[in-house]
């Protein structure tokens, strides 16, 4: 598959993914970076496992962004487990250790198995009820300012 198609395609997974759904692809993502990561380690190839390291990092910080504006018991503890994957993460660069980047692996393995679960049942619960009626609200223009468009698309499910 050209570079351009698989772009393609990843633009069209994720506009069309659930939110749980794009959380589980974050989470792939650090995995996938992480193990990228080892294995240029492993090959000691320094300079390319830390690229990846930056990488894990920076999706790490992305899901502990998406968390920590929520102020449920759920959301506190998301974010205080990404913001220890992400400082361990981050050690784990500056120090070059190994041992700290494979428990990083290992409890994104484990919350990749959780939002798989989570992202089934509502798969499930979603196949299970009926077809919600859809609305439509086009933009319109506001009277006082003859180029300015309101937002007013919505999607009422």
Known sequence: MSQAKANVYLESKVMTASPAQLHLMLIEGAIRYCTKADQQWEKNNEGFANEALVRAIEIVGELLAGVRSGKSEITQKLSELYFYLFSTLTSAYVNGDRGKLADVMRILEFERET???????????????????????????????????????????
């Open 115 to 157: 939002w798989q679960l989570a992202c089934q049942r509502v798969h499930q619960s979603q196949e299970q009820e009926p077809p919600k009626s859809t609305t439509i609200v086009a933009p319109h223009v506001v009277a006082s300012e003859p180029n300015a468009v309101e937002s007013g698309f919505s999607f009422e499910a």
